[in-house]
């Protein structure tokens, strides 16, 4: 049984940090691209950041330099350090395990249940 466990959302002011991490079970975790998705009320879930198997990184523009992304096979775990956080950040954020092809980013079937992300002042 696949499972996504989404972990480490919360409240911050602007300008602040948040680490989230999402350990999967159920898959061979090394094998997979993962990437963070995320979906703010009223828009559609769009993906934030993603990393290859091998650990190539890539970022939508709006959260270069202030988001990393990481992964740990040993602990089938990726986190997302999330800095400099803007009020539009503010969203549920969701891990995936795809894969990758031509170079894009392919959504997989399972979904955790996502950890909310509150920046506010």
């Known amino acids: 049984q696949v499972q996504l466990v989404e972990s480490g959302g919360g409240l911050v002011q602007p300008g602040g940090s948040l680490r989230l991490s999402c350990a999967a079970s159920g898959i061979d975790f090394r094998t997979y691209a993962m990437a963070w998705y995320r979906q703010a009320p009223g828009k559609e879930r769009e993906l934030v950041a993603d990393i290859t198997a091998a650990g190539s990184p890539e970022y939508k523009n709006s959260v270069k330099g202030r988001f990393f992304i990481r992964r740990i096979d040993a602990e089938n775990t990726v986190t997302l350090q999330m800095n400099s956080l803007k009020l539009e950040d503010t969203a549920v954020y969701y891990c995936?395990?795809?894969?990758?092809?031509?170079?894009?980013?392919?959504?997989?079937?399972?979904w955790g249940q996502g950890t909310q992300v509150t920046v506010s002042s």
């Open positions: 995936n395990a795809g894969t990758y092809y031509n170079g894009i980013f392919n959504a997989g079937d399972y």
